[in-house]
């Protein structure tokens, strides 16, 4: 099983992989609501490492 580049070696560890992860993000549902949270500005610290050669 295949996800983003990575080669799960069985099912069942990639479904319990997406269980922590859901376990996880279910504590703090805040910050992933602030991380969808649309933004109407740029920083431009952040621009310039994601661009950077």
Do not use: G
């Not at 549902?29 to 994601?50: F, G, I, M, Q």
């Amino acid at each position: 099983m295949f996800t983003y580049h990575y080669r799960h070696a069985f099912a069942d560890v990639l479904i319990r992989r997406v269980a922590a992860f859901e376990v996880q993000v279910n504590q703090d549902p805040c910050a992933v609501a602030d991380r969808l949270w649309v933004k109407n500005h740029l920083d431009s610290h952040k621009v310039k490492l994601r661009f950077s050669n």
